[in-house]
């Protein structure tokens, strides 16, 4: 069964400094996707960035970027120059390539300082 | 594009009475579209799957007399809460995706449900 984890159930970081979100993740399979999801107080679901498995180039949004470690399972997420507005619970989420069952981590509380 | 809107936003029922949450894809037609709960300060926890025109898939541990789940169409999808209980107040989201690209899931707004 694939696992998804995130160890940092909570970070706060200041206005405009760099904060990364951890993601560590478990399957025996080769084809998947990876996402990070941000849902901001609204509750509305966003989807952030998204990464392919087969592709080892790291994914980037703007001020977004992962360090994909496809070996180390691990897929962390880089918020640079942090805004007020990213303040929000960032999910990592894992979906096999011929599934389409989402599986979330428990999620990151972040708060973005003034 | 890609927007997927959810009717009530937020709404309060009585215990022993049933309430319908609507889930609609605006400009694309999801084949398939998910149900999911999540509680306070918690993550998504997926409660099933529906596809257009055949019976919702739910996941272990899901009642599915309590949660009625129809696909009528290619961009509407219900769950009916049955019989609603307090224990059943959550926050009910849904998600749609297309046919060939069911990994890239698109997610309404949410229902607040409390049931008094």
């Known amino acids: 069964a694939q696992t998804v984890t995130q160890s940092q159930p909570e970070m706060s970081v200041q206005e405009a400094e760099t904060v990364t979100l951890s993601c560590t993740y478990d399957?025996?399979?080769?084809?998947?996707?990876l996402f990070w999801y941000k849902q901001p107080p609204s509750r509305q679901m966003i989807l952030v960035i998204r990464?392919?498995?087969?592709?080892?180039q790291n994914a980037t949004e703007n001020r977004f970027s992962v360090n994909f470690q496809k070996a180390a399972k691990s897929f962390s997420l880089k918020i640079s120059d942090s805004q007020l507005g990213d303040t929000a619970m960032y999910f990592c989420a894992f979906v096999l390539h011929r599934d389409d069952k989402i599986i979330f981590g428990k999620g990151t509380r972040l708060h973005i300082l003034p | 594009g890609a927007v997927v809107s959810q009717h009530p936003s937020w709404v309060i029922c009585k215990s022993g009475t049933s309430v319908k949450i609507e889930c609609r894809s605006l400009d694309f037609q999801a084949t398939t579209m998910f149900w999911y709960r999540q509680f306070p300060k918690q993550s998504l926890m997926l409660m099933a799957t529906?596809?257009?025109?055949?019976?919702?898939?739910?996941e272990q541990g899901v009642e599915k007399d309590k949660f009625l789940i129809n696909h009528a169409s290619l961009t509407l999808s219900t769950l009916t809460v049955t019989s609603a209980h307090p224990e059943d107040s959550s926050f009910y989201i849904c998600s749609a995706a297309r046919d060939t690209l069911l990994y890239e899931q698109y997610f309404g707004p949410g229902t607040r449900l409390t049931v008094t």
């Open positions: 399957t025996s399979e080769n084809n998947y996707y």
């Open positions: 990464q392919e498995a087969y592709k080892q």
């Open positions: 529906s596809n257009e025109g055949s019976k919702a898939t739910y």
